[in-house]
């Protein structure tokens, strides 16, 4: 069974930076597309970033194209999302998900999930 676990959420004033990490078991790591995903309080969960199998394919949200980079290291079974630039409006909980077919871009191609980090942008 898949298990994600994310890490390195926590408290930030606005301008400073993050980085996630979610690390992987129970899957090929190699051979999935990885994606983050953000949900923040009353909002549906939202499109973050995607890393595709090799990392050197990699998708982003609109939102934050320009600061915010996904990375992974598949000897380690770890994906990252390195978030500068944060905003007030970036605060949410940040989830890692494993692709499972469709769009990058939805939350419905993805299959398995982790608990989330929370996130807190201070202005």
């Known amino acids: 069974q898949v298990q994600l676990v994310e890490s390195g959420g926590g408290l930030v004033q606005a301008g400073g930076s993050l980085r996630l990490s979610c690390v992987v078991s129970g899957r090929t790591f190699m051979n999935y597309v990885m994606g983050w995903f953000r949900q923040a309080p009353g909002k549906e969960r939202e499109f973050v970033a995607a890393?595709?199998?090799?990392?050197?394919?990699?998708y982003y949200a609109d939102s934050v194209k320009g600061r915010f980079t996904i990375s992974r290291d598949n000897a380690k079974n770890t994906v990252y999302l390195q978030m500068s630039s944060l905003k007030p409006e970036d605060t949410a909980v940040y989830f890692c998900?494993?692709?499972?077919?469709?769009?990058?871009?939805?939350?419905?191609?993805?299959?398995?999930w982790g608990q989330g980090t929370q996130v807190t942008v201070s202005s």
């Open positions: 998900s494993v692709h499972s077919s469709g769009s990058y871009y939805r939350d419905s191609s993805y299959g398995s």
């Open positions: 890393s595709g199998r090799s990392g050197v394919n990699t």
